[in-house]
């Protein structure tokens, strides 16, 4: 018997595609994209499109797994909650509540993962986390300046004159936008890449502007400092922008020359920006998550935003400066207190040094949901030693991973094809439920299930109580039910969130306390960001590891094999020939790696994939200091100097 079913994906991606599964005696055969789905259009990122090969793989988790004599040995699904319950009780008794940090990272981004919070806050509150990995340095900019982040209708950029793609790589990170930039590019729009990394997809746009890593800031003030110049800024901006004349004089701090010598771009660069931005309004800037990613990611993010403030492209069809989209605008989270209940918090980027240097109480316990940070995090090594040294570590996954491989306890999760939930998206307003298409191996739970086994353990059956479905249709009730809109329709993949208008800011009025867009006044951040200091003495390379399409952080669509290959510029490989060996240093530790040289590159730059798997030697992580970025407690993870030495080296 051969079924069509449908589902959404859970995963770590703006895009939350709606998947159409070929289901037959039993098992997934084939995955494609939803023809009829106004983001989907069809076709699956490569990754989805190959997610069967980890669906059916070896590193599938069926059984719990309980450390015993060193080793990790299958156990009953009782006898691993009883023994968890049993330790979680006896941690929280002893040391208090704060002696336990769940983490709950964005492996999963279904909304019903939010209830694992739900369950440690009232059997706590317990620790949790604060920043943000991925997004902290542009979350905080975004409502610094604005008061929200949120976007106009990903479709509005049909009414754009021009789009300027500022760190996106749209290939890789948002694939399901190259239609709609082609239709708008239709239309007689232009399409504008600034990225100091040449990514396979910029030759589909009119222009590609290629900065110096971190240079930015500088690019975005030579373009205010233009805007100011050439009296291209919105006569009306003075009515909605407060410190307009303090940017102005932040911008003109420097020449449009000086700030684009700091840049590493031409003049003419700037100035082209610049009308784009005022004679060729409507213009829509699209930041990339990147961006962010640096000790200077929030200001440099505050900047773009200024730009689109002062030029009068905020809440104007075919405008806007958007990094997120409203994910959980939709759904009533309120009854979780989050960071506003918990007695203390761990940040995320620098999880391996405060883990362990937490004291009064030292964190005993570690619950795990929905990541992998022994990968994901900076500093793995310092990550990895933090969780293996815990008195009790628990990871909650589908799969085998380095983090799950250090726990004192594993517990097998559902995957995307198996979860019963609901998700919103960060790429675009639709919202899609997550349905199974298949059922999940005997002796699999999804977290739901597993805390409601846990709170049976621990007195709070009453509080978990509910199926996915109840639970899915509270979570709507505030703002979907309120307009009439049902689970079933969610289901049917069709409904934009009706809280985000189709142009965010068309009447001018922000969300911040006064109702005027925060335009920045200053940069407290390290000279380089400003500058375009040189790197430390014997590192000349900044090290970026970024995703690709075939590799998301730790879900890669196959296991990688070989060494781990590092893109340069062929005059920046220390000697070392295309595809031969080296060793890639940071101020951290080294890798061996392969080396593949690449003309177009800077040649400040070494680039490779993000993420990975330790125990493969592929987790550049572990070179990759913990820094936080400038506001927003993000990760500053794109400022990581490194060298490559000649491996083996000559005799």
Not at 256 to 284: K, M, Y
Not at 623 to 648: C, K, M, N, S
Request: hydrophobic content about 40%.
């Amino acid at each position: 018997m051969i079924e069509k079913r449908t589902t959404t994906c859970n995963r770590d991606c703006p895009d939350a595609c709606r998947i159409v599964a070929t289901w037959e005696d039993g098992k997934v055969v084939q995955l494609e994209g939803d023809r009829d789905h106004a983001i989907t259009r069809g076709f699956l990122c490569y990754r989805t499109s190959h997610f069967l090969r980890l669906q059916y793989g070896s590193e599938r988790l069926t059984r719990p797994l309980l450390r015993i004599n060193g080793d990790l040995r299958e156990v009953s699904w009782e006898h691993a909650l009883d023994f968890l319950a049993e330790r979680l009780v006896a941690i929280r008794a002893e040391s208090g509540p704060a002696a336990i940090f769940h983490y709950r990272s964005g492996g999963s981004l279904g909304l019903l993962t939010h209830l694992t919070d739900y369950f440690f806050e009232r059997f706590g509150p317990v620790t949790v986390k604060r920043g943000d990995i991925c997004s902290g340095a542009g979350d905080a900019a975004q409502v610094t300046d604005f008061g929200i982040e949120d976007s106009n209708d990903i479709h509005d950029l049909l009414n754009a004159r021009n789009i300027i793609l500022w760190g996106k790589n749209v290939s890789v990170s948002s694939p399901h936008l190259l239609p709609i930039l082609k239709e708008a590019k239709g239309r007689g729009a232009s399409v504008v890449q600034i990225d100091p990394v040449r990514h396979r997809s910029a030759g589909l746009y009119d222009r590609f502007i290629q900065p110096r890593p971190g240079g930015d800031f500088a690019l975005a003030m030579a373009v205010a400092n233009i805007l100011i110049d050439r009296g291209w800024v919105d006569p009306a901006a003075q009515t909605y922008c407060d410190n307009l004349r303090e940017f102005g004089d932040l911008a003109q701090s420097h020449t449009a020359h000086d700030w684009c010598r700091r840049a590493d771009v031409d003049f003419s660069t700037a100035e082209d920006l610049a009308r784009r931005l005022g004679p060729g309004r409507p213009t829509a800037i699209l930041v990339g998550w990147g961006l962010g990613r640096r000790l200077g990611g929030g200001v440099t993010i505050r900047a773009l935003d200024a730009l689109g403030a002062i030029s009068g492209n905020l809440g104007v069809p075919g405008g806007g400066v958007s990094f997120y989209y409203k994910r959980r605008g939709a759904f009533d989270l309120s009854f979780i207190k989050g960071l506003q209940a918990a007695p203390r918090s761990i940040c995320e980027p620098l999880f391996g040094h405060e883990v362990m240097s937490a004291e009064n109480p030292p964190i005993r316990a570690l619950w795990i949901t929905a990541g992998n940070p022994a990968v994901m995090l900076p500093d793995a090594g310092r990550v990895a030693e933090a969780i293996r040294s815990r008195e009790l570590s628990v990871v909650v996954d589908p799969f085998f991973t380095d983090t799950a491989k250090l726990a004192t306890c594993v517990l097998p999760t559902t995957t995307l094809l198996e979860a019963d939930d609901i998700v919103g998206a960060y790429g675009h307003h639709m919202i899609g439920e997550a349905r199974p298409v298949v059922a999940p191996p005997p002796g699999v739970k999804s977290d739901l299930e597993i805390m409601q086994a846990m709170a049976e353990r621990v007195g709070l059956g009453d509080v978990m109580s509910g199926d996915a479905r109840e639970w899915k249709k509270r979570l709507i009730a505030p703002t979907l039910g309120r307009v009439g809109i049902t689970l079933e329709e969610v289901a049917e993949g069709s409904v934009r969130n009706p809280a985000s208008p189709k142009v965010l800011f068309a009447d001018r009025r922000f969300a911040t306390t006064n109702g005027r867009v925060n335009l920045v006044v200053r940069a407290d951040v390290p000279d380089a960001v400003v500058n375009g200091a040189a790197e430390p003495s014997g590192y000349p390379l900044q090290l970026m590891a970024l995703s690709t399409e075939r590799s998301q952080s730790s879900q890669w669509s196959r296991k990688p094999e070989g060494l781990p290959e590092i893109s340069v510029h062929p005059d920046s490989a220390a000697g070392v020939s295309d595809g031969g060996t080296a060793r890639l240093v940071s101020r951290l530790g080294a890798l061996v790696v392969r080396v593949k040289h690449d003309p177009n590159q800077r040649r400040d730059l070494a680039i490779g994939a993000k993420g990975g798997h330790q125990q493969d030697g592929h987790c550049l992580n572990l070179l990759i200091a913990a820094q936080t970025t400038d506001i927003g407690e993000g990760g500053a993870l794109y400022d990581e100097p490194v060298r490559l030495d000649p491996f083996p080296p000559p005799v």
